[in-house]
C-alpha cells in the first residue's frame, strides 16, 4: 500500500509562490507516475501537472509557472508554483498511479493513490 502525505499549502498574495511536497511511503518512482490535481469548491477535480521518468506534462493555465519534479532520494514529488493567481485557489492533490507510469495521463481514473490534500489558497 502506498502513503502520500502532502504539505506546503498555505495563503499567498497574488503574484506570489509556494512549493508543494509530497512524500511517498517508498522508493515508487521506478514504477509510478506521479501527477498533481486540484479541486476548487463547487468544481471537478482538475489535472495540473504530471511526471514519469523524466516526462512531463502541464494543463495549459499553469504552463511556465509551476514546475513538477521529483527527489528519488528523499522519494518526495514537488509543485513548484510561481506567478500563483486567485484562479488558482484549491485543495492540491498527490496522486501515483502505475498505468500513469506507462504513458503520460491526466485521468484521475488512472491513478491508484492519493494523498489528502492540501490547502491553496491565492488572494487578489
Known amino acids: 500500500q502506498v502513503q502520500l502525505v502532502e504539505s506546503g499549502g498555505g495563503l499567498v498574495q497574488a503574484g506570489g509562490s509556494l512549493r508543494l511536497s509530497c512524500a511517498a511511503s517508498?522508493?515508487?518512482?521506478?514504477?509510478?507516475?506521479m501527477g498533481w490535481f486540484r479541486q476548487a469548491p463547487g468544481k471537478e477535480r482538475e489535472f495540473v501537472a504530471a511526471i514519469r521518468w523524466s516526462i512531463t506534462s502541464y494543463v495549459n493555465s499553469v504552463k511556465g509557472r509551476f514546475t513538477i519534479s521529483v527527489d528519488n532520494a528523499k522519494n518526495t514529488v514537488y509543485l513548484q508554483m510561481n506567478s500563483l493567481k486567485p484562479e488558482d485557489t484549491a485543495v492540491y492533490y498527490c496522486?501515483?498511479?502505475?498505468?500513469?507510469?506507462?504513458?503520460?495521463?491526466?485521468?484521475?481514473?488512472?491513478?491508484?493513490?492519493w494523498g489528502q490534500g492540501t490547502q491553496v489558497t491565492v488572494s487578489s
Open positions: 496522486a501515483a498511479g502505475v498505468r500513469a507510469y506507462l504513458t503520460t495521463t491526466r485521468d484521475p481514473g488512472q491513478y491508484d493513490y
Open positions: 517508498g522508493n515508487i518512482f521506478g514504477n509510478h507516475g
